[in-house]
């Protein structure tokens, strides 16, 4: 029976970031990519920033009011992301 080619592939790029040490990296910046799946239109739409320095998450916002939410709903933040990517890779948020 042959193997699935994409199951493949994906083993193979799992290895090669593993391998290298860049997992942590790549799921930074999957994180980024992703923020409008993982946070919505809406608050994706007032997003003008996001960025990683360590395993701090920065989001710069454009709307005041939005920021003291979010500010307020930090571990429900860290919780999705963690659904997306996994634990452990986002130790805060912090909004500009």
């Known amino acids: ?11 193979a790029f799992q290895g090669f970031l593993k391998e290298e040490n860049l ?5 930074q910046k999957q994180v ?3 923020w409008e799946q993982i946070m ?10 996001v960025f ?5 998450l920065f989001v ?3 709307s005041a009011p939005l920021k003291n939410e979010m500010q307020n709903s930090k571990a429900q933040i860290i919780h999705l ?7 452990g890779e986002v130790d805060d948020v912090r909004f500009l």
């Open 52 to 56: 990683f320095n360590k395993k701090t």
């Open 81 to 87: 992301i963690e659904k997306e990517i996994g634990k």
């Open 23 to 27: 997992e942590h990296t790549f799921k």
């Open 60 to 62: 710069k916002l454009s």
């Open 32 to 34: 980024i990519a992703d």
């Open 1 to 11: 029976m042959k193997e699935d080619p994409i199951k493949s592939f994906r083993n």
């Open 40 to 49: 919505g239109k809406t608050i994706a739409s007032r997003t003008t920033k």
